[in-house]
């Protein structure tokens, strides 16, 4: 038996020290959160801003990461990316979480002919690939930034709808489940302040981990054209106006694309970080 | 139908399990019945439909288990017709119920105090931390430190505490009947006794009903005013604890009472011969007759009906069904 996490916090943050990959992965992205937060505090330039005379200039003191081809100084755009890329991971997290996990619990809870046809949608979204599906859905919906956003939201909530199933699945069997409905609780209560709760530290592993995924899918649909419009300074927009220029001009894209890699690896990290903490067996 | 008890009435209650063996007839026709205030002991081996019983009344049956047939008339209202949200209303509020598994039937993330408080929350229609003062009160009542249990976690108490615990929030809003089904069955023998003797001293001072289900024939001697013998699903016999031990009339019961040890006797303990019966495809006729010592001819053929054969005494078996009164 295990006590509630926000109880343990310090047997939690004890975990966290001893993990050292966790430690990395956290200080990506209160790093990345920060320059998201402080982003016109750290540069002097503005990111639409375009200024022809100092185009595609190398790395300099004056502009550390260069500037691209309207003269924007990229450092600047990707600072300012770092907002977008917070607001897409957030929205996203939050919006496929909510979808994912309800139809996981109501699946899992109610069982029988629910549970097969959610679980038979969920197969259907599973069959493709989340990021054709994603563009499927973008050139649908027509392409800027909220139309991705709903798009990545509807493709990424199958995996917690899973995770969330199975452990509903679970707990509806365990005998203080039948105790409370012998006290007259209904579904509803039962499926919020008793399964709801139990679920939620697998399924917090998966949205941490698939934080990376999201960044990455949201910067491959900018990349193509389908998500995000320029001259916003969203990462995979920004690699893609570089593509002409990686020859001669390799910071234009090299820089927002290593951005892309250090947040994503830094999501990454930190979800393994978490499961680690909250794995039971590694609990007490 | 007859209305033989004025809190609860049970009559031919038919309860099935679709398994892939085939349908499991689980309960098949249970008669039982009880008054206020009273408190009734149904015993029988493993298997022979008790839980299910208790569970039926409360129509917690789940899938893939089904209630076919049947009436379950409490106080004039029969449950088994009632809409889910009716069922709700009176689960908690008028028929509670402990479980066997103390420590597992708590929840293991929410604390002592707000699980009991939530009970009385949603009989009360009133906030959870509005009750906490309630719930602190029950637990003093059942015997435990309210300030240092209200906040511990199901995983922190001993198995003894945690069925008081649950006793807490069975009685906590005051039903008129209480279910424990093998509420010590988990426990050791010394938890037992103290664990009984609460049971039966606060329902007694609430005057609440209580349904005990247990195999352990001790038990219902103690505890009990009237007892229910089940074998296979069926009701054998109904007595009051003295008539039924002294004068039991089914062959079944009998049996049982041979196979409880008990100080200063000395003949040998003889056990029931054969094993409960697969109630996939459960004998013909009267369920218990390959294992009968008695067995007539008619057992193999009809099954016998629960009849009073004296006064508040019956039985459901055919050495016995001349001398029914109904």
């Known amino acids: ?284 | 139908m007859q209305m033989r008890g004025d809190l609860l009435n049970v009559s031919d209650l038919r309860v099935v399990f679709y398994t892939y063996r085939g349908v499991i007839k689980a309960l098949n026709g249970v008669e039982l019945w009880m008054n206020k205030g009273e408190k009734l002991g149904i015993v029988g081996e493993t298997g022979c439909g008790k839980s299910v019983t208790s569970r039926a009344v409360m129509r917690l049956i789940e899938e893939p288990g089904k209630i076919l047939d049947g009436k379950v008339i409490f106080e004039n209202k029969d449950i088994i017709k009632m809409k889910e949200s009716q069922v709700q209303q009176i689960r908690g509020n008028e028929i509670s119920m402990i479980f066997q598994e103390p420590k597992s039937s708590l929840n293991p993330v929410l604390n002592v105090g707000f699980q009991i408080a939530e009970v009385l929350a949603k009989q009360n229609g009133t906030k959870i931390k509005k009750q906490m003062k309630a719930a602190a009160e029950m637990l003093e009542l059942v015997g435990l430190d309210a300030d240092r249990v209200m906040t511990m976690y199901p995983h922190e108490l001993s198995g003894g505490m945690a069925q008081r615990v649950m006793i807490a929030m069975g009685l906590a809003p005051k039903p008129k009947l209480l279910i424990a089904d093998e509420p010590t069955s988990a426990l050791d023998v010394t938890i037992q006794a103290q664990i009984l003797k609460l049971l039966h001293d606060l329902t007694d001072t609430m005057g609440n009903a209580v349904m005990i289900i247990t195999h352990d024939m001790g038990v219902v001697a103690e505890f009990c005013d009237k007892i229910l013998v089940m074998y296979a699903g069926n009701s054998a016999e109904y007595a009051s604890t003295e008539i039924l031990f002294k004068r039991p009339l089914h062959p079944y019961t009998s049996g049982l009472l041979k196979a409880v040890p008990q100080i200063g006797r000395t003949d040998e303990l003889k056990a029931i011969s054969g094993t409960v019966p697969d109630l996939v495809s459960p004998p013909e006729g009267c369920r218990f007759h390959k294992r009968c010592a008695k067995v007539m001819d008619i057992c193999k053929k009809e099954r016998p009906r629960f009849i009073e054969v004296e006064p508040e005494h019956f039985v459901a078996c055919h050495l016995y069904s001349d001398k029914g009164v109904n």
């Open chain 1, 1 to 284: 038996m295990m006590k509630p996490y926000f109880e343990d916090w310090k047997h939690t943050m004890y975990l966290w020290r001893k993990n050292k990959l966790a430690i990395a992965g956290t200080i990506i992205i209160v790093f990345f959160i920060l320059t998201a937060i402080f982003a016109p505090l750290l540069t002097s330039y503005e990111p639409d801003v375009q200024n022809l005379s100092i185009k595609l200039q190398a790395p300099s003191w004056e502009h550390p990461f260069g500037t691209d081809q309207f003269g924007r100084d990229i450092l600047c755009r990707i600072l300012y990316g770092s907002r977008i890329a917070i607001q897409i991971v957030l929205i996203i997290t939050l919006v496929s979480g909510f979808i994912g996990v309800s139809v996981g619990i109501i699946a899992g809870y109610f069982g029988g002919v629910v549970d097969e046809i959610l679980m038979r949608i969920t197969d259907m979204f599973l069959a493709f690939p989340s990021l054709i599906l994603a563009m499927a859905f973008a050139a649908m919906l027509g392409p800027n930034l909220i139309n991705m956003i709903i798009a990545i939201s509807f493709v990424n909530w199958t995996p917690y709808a899973r995770i969330s199933r199975a452990e509903a699945l679970r707990i509806k069997g365990q005998p203080y489940i039948e105790s409370i409905r012998s006290m007259g609780a209904g579904h509803l209560r039962i499926m919020f302040s008793h399964v709801l709760p139990m679920t939620l530290s697998p399924v917090m592993v998966q949205l941490t981990l698939r934080m990376g995924t999201i960044i990455i899918t949201a910067a491959s649909l900018g990349f193509l054209g389908l998500g995000a419009q320029p001259p916003s300074p969203e990462w995979g927009v920004m690699v893609s106006d570089g593509r002409s220029y990686l020859i001669d001009q390799w910071w234009v894209s090299t820089f927002p694309g290593i951005a892309i890699a250090l947040v994503v690896l830094g999501f990454n990290l930190l979800g393994d970080g978490v499961r680690d903490m909250l794995d039971p067996r590694l609990r007490r």
